[in-house]
C-alpha cells in the first residue's frame, strides 16, 4: 500500500511518521511545497527504521507529483495553521487555494485514490477537495471527529481516573466550537456515562472539548499536531486494511439526517472504498437542534468558497 501525505510540516510528518513506525503503509511519500523539507523529514523517520524495527519507505518529494503516483490514500495537511486570536475560519482564503492546487496535483497522478483532507477550515476544505477532484463522496473524506472525541475521551478519562482505552463516545457535526458531543452515545466499559459523573462536570468535559483546538493554540501559538497527525493516520489504517472501523469524520451529506447541501461530521464505517456506510443515529429534539446550528455555520462557511 502506498500513501501520500500532502504538507511536511507539524500535522503531516507526525502522520508520515505514525503510518512508518506502525507499519500501516509499504511506502509514504511525503510532499511539501518548501524546498527540501519533505525530503529531510522522510529521510529522518527512514534512519528511525533500525531503531524502531520497520520496513516501511518513506520517500520525500518538493512539489514533486510524479513520485506519488498511484498512491492508495492521499493525505492532505498543506495549508496554514491558526495563531492565537483566529479562528478556523479565518484561514479560507489561504488553505483553499493550497487545497484546491494540491487536489489537483494528486488527482492527476492518483485517480483513484482515497483523498483524507486535514487542512482547516475542515468541513470546507473538504468540499473544496470534493468539487476539484470531483472524485466520489466516499473517496473524499474529512479528518476531525475522531480528534475530537479523542479529546473528549482523554478528557472524561482524566475526571473519572480510567484508562482512556475504555471510553467509547461518537459526536457529529462541524469541526469548530458548534460540534455536537453526544453524551447519550458515551459509555464507559458499556455503562453509560450519565451513571458515572454528575451533569455539571460533564457538561464542562463537553465544552472544553468544543475549544479543545483553541486551547493548545493559545498554550503553544500553533495548533496541534500529535492527536491530529495520529487520527489522520487511524483514518488511513481502517482504509488500507479494509478494517470497517466506525468513526465520526467529515463527509458530504445526501439525505442522511435530512440534510444533503452540507459536509458534516457523522458516524461512518470506513473501509477499503473508504465511506463504506452513513449510520444513522435516531437524534432526539435538542440533538437534531444543534445539529441544524452547526450547518448553518458550515454553509455560511461554504459561501465563501462559492463566491
Ligand atoms: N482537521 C483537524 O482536526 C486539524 C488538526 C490540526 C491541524 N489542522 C490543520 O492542518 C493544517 C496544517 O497544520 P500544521 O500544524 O501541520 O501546519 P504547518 O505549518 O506545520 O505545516 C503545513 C505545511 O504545508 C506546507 N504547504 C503550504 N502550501 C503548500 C502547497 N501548496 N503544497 C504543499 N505543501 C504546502 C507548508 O510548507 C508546511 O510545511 C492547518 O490548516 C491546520 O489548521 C487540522
Ligand atoms: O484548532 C486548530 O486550529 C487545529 C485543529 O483544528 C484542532 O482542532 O486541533
Redesign the pocket.
Known amino acids: 500500500m502506498k500513501v501520500t501525505v ?7 510528518a507526525t502522520c508520515a511518521d505514525v503510518l512508518a513506525y506502525r507499519e500501516i503503509a509499504n511506502e509514504v511519500v511525503l ?4 524546498e527540501g ?1 519533505a525530503e529531510g523529514k522522510a529521510l529522518d523517520i527512514w534512519q528511525k527504521a533500525p531503531i524502531n524495527l520497520y520496513d516501511t519507505r518513506t520517500i520525500g518529494a518538493t ?1 514533486d507529483y510524479a513520485k506519488t503516483a498511484d498512491s492508495d490514500v492521499i493525505v492532505i ?6 495563531k492565537p486570536g483566529m479562528t ?1 475560519d479565518d ?1 479560507i482564503s489561504i ?1 483553499a487555494g ?1 487545497v484546491k ?2 487536489t489537483e496535483n494528486v488527482v492527476k497522478y492518483s485517480p483513484e485514490a482515497i483523498i483524507i483532507l ?3 477550515p ?1 468541513d470546507v476544505m473538504t468540499y473544496q477537495a470534493h468539487i476539484t477532484s470531483k472524485f466520489p463522496r466516499t473517496r473524499v473524506i474529512g ?2 471527529g475522531i ?1 475530537d472525541t479523542a479529546r473528549y475521551r482523554a478528557f472524561l478519562a482524566e475526571e473519572l481516573n480510567v484508562s482512556p482505552k475504555d471510553i467509547q463516545a461518537v459526536l457529529m457535526g462541524g ?1 469548530g466550537d458548534t460540534m455536537v458531543p453526544l453524551p447519550r452515545y458515551t459509555t464507559v466499559g458499556g455503562i453509560p456515562v450519565t451513571e458515572l459523573i454528575d451533569a455539571e462536570k460533564l457538561d464542562a468535559i463537553i465544552e472544553r472539548t468544543k475549544f479543545g483546538g483553541g486551547e493548545l493554540v493559545k498554550l503553544m501559538g ?4 500529535y492527536a ?1 497527525g495520529s487520527a489522520a493516520a487511524q483514518m488511513v489504517e481502517a482504509i488500507v486494511k479494509d478494517q470497517r472501523r466506525v468513526f465520526p469524520v467529515c463527509i458530504k451529506l445526501e439525505g442522511e439526517y435530512g440534510i444533503d447541501d452540507c459536509y458534516l461530521g457523522v458516524p461512518v464505517i470506513l473501509g477499503k472504498n473508504g465511506i463504506e456506510k452513513v449510520i444513522e443515529l435516531d437524534l432526539n429534539d435538542e440533538e437534531k437542534a444543534l445539529l441544524e446550528t452547526s450547518r448553518q455555520h458550515v454553509l455560511e462557511v461554504m459561501k465563501v468558497l462559492d463566491k
Not at 495537511?77 to 491558526?82: A, D, I, M, Q, W
Open positions: 500532502v504538507g511536511a510540516g507539524n500535522v503531516g510532499v511539501d511545497i518548501k523539507v512539489n495537511t498543506s495549508g496554514v495553521p491558526r478556523r484561514l488553505n493550497v492546487t494540491v486535514v487542512s482547516n475542515l479528518m476531525a480528534l469541526h500553533t495548533s496541534a499536531w491530529p
